[in-house]
């Protein structure tokens, strides 16, 4: 099979004969051509997609030495067809591609780091590497890459002999038999590559990383090229103009406006900590003291503060075993607590009765219930045979 991917990478549209055709799963056909501008799906790259005259060509892949055109329907053997692929995708991935070959040259040319995975994702494109980058050391290789990227330099294709491959030092992720493939970027990378590539750097408009996280001893890049790019620097200035709305804030002053924002929330939180103590604390005295369980239900509280409610109850001997609930998009939080029950046995037993989930310690648990008020009741009263209190 010709591979026009590889000879003639910039071809849209080609003419191929159907060699094979045969059904496969999920009713989609198998389908093979004497030639193929379709790239198969391999080294992180996802395969092209396009059409095969009036067929859809859903993925693409190698098997067996041959590439097979994964399809909505059945060609004939013999027949003529005309390969149309999805441009804007396979130019997509090859922006992607060439512009994480100039990251992980530079990676590995600087620091010793070598690319261990790689993966080309529908929203962006991740890069391991077996090396710990600092934010600043990520920075420094983001601003060279793009200096790659302004240099517009050729990207050279070769398969050189084995003893010119020999000489050669080039990145490669495993040990390699027969012909080699080596892309070559001046200044960015030399790696061995089945991929598709831009033929000059210039094409890649822009190489960006948008983060990068500790993974497996080393880090995972996340990055973006061309179009890409732009359209996430669009999504994410947008944000930053609603945000700037909302805070009354001017774009480049966000930081401190969000800074004085928690500040201000942080104060209220403390004010409104107090006067939640002050109200559970007369709400504590207005129960008597009892060795009976002790129910009681609040509105509107949240998780925090009725596991503040339930410690005063059962610390100040308010009950045996005391539970605090709160009703709120058709479930009950609840949190139960005690002195002298074991509170992981009490919301097991409780949850069971209660399709309840949920758990903690000995002294508190915190979950849900998803039953009715009558049920949580009766079931309740069932706990050492005690009274139960609603308020």
């Known amino acids: 099979m010709e591979k026009l991917y590889y000879s003639t990478p910039y071809v849209k549209q080609f003419e191929g004969t159907v060699q094979r055709c045969s ?29 095969l005259v009036e067929a859809n060509v859903l993925s693409v892949h190698e098997k067996g030495g041959e590439i097979v ?20 995708r396979r130019y997509r991935n090859m922006q992607l591609h060439s512009g994480e070959h100039i990251l992980s040259g530079l990676v590995n040319r600087k620091y ?15 890069v391991d590497f077996n090396g710990v980058l600092s934010e600043e050391q990520l920075r420094e290789i983001e601003l060279e890459a793009n200096q790659v990227v302004y240099d517009n330099v050729p990207v050279h294709v070769t398969y050189p002999d084995a003893e010119a491959l020999h000489k050669l030092e080039y990145r490669s992720k495993k040990e390699l038999n027969g012909q080699v493939r080596i892309v070559e970027i001046p200044g960015g990378d030399v790696c061995a590559c089945c991929g598709t590539h831009v033929e000059r750097t210039g094409e890649i408009g822009i190489i960006k990383t948008t983060g990068m996280i500790n993974y497996k ?136 009765r209660l399709n309840g989930r949920g758990g903690g310690s000995s002294l508190m648990a915190q979950g849900t219930w998803s039953a009715s008020k009558q049920e949580i009741l009766e079931t309740f009263k069932q706990i050492k045979g005690g009274e139960c209190e609603w308020n």
């Open 23 to 51: 059904e496969g799963k999920n009713g989609q056909f198998e389908v093979v051509l004497d030639k193929t501008a379709f790239y198969p799906e391999g080294g992180g790259q996802p395969s092209d997609m396009g059409t």
């Open 69 to 88: 055109h994964y399809t909505d329907r059945p060609l004939k053997e013999g027949q003529a067809v005309t390969g149309i692929l999805d441009w804007d």
């Open 112 to 126: 010793g780091y070598d690319n261990v995975g790689f993966h080309m994702g529908s929203e962006e494109v991740t």
């Open 217 to 352: 001893g080393g880090v995972r890049i996340s990055m973006l090229c061309g179009k890409d790019a732009l359209l996430d620097y669009e999504r994410r200035l947008q944000q930053i103009r609603s945000i700037s709305h909302l805070l009354s804030a001017k774009p480049d002053s966000l930081a401190e406006a969000v800074e004085r924002l928690k500040k201000d929330s942080e104060r209220k939180d403390g004010l409104l900590m107090q006067v939640y103590q002050q109200l559970f604390s007369a709400k504590t005295a207005a129960f008597p003291a009892s060795d009976q369980p002790l129910l009681v239900v609040e509105q509107n509280l949240m998780p925090v503060q009725l596991r503040q409610l339930c410690t005063m109850l059962y610390e100040q001997g308010k009950g045996s075993v005391v539970a605090v609930c709160s009703e709120g998009d058709g479930k009950w939080q609840y949190a139960i607590g005690s002195s002298c029950m074991d509170m992981r046995k009490a919301s097991k037993w409780l949850n069971q």
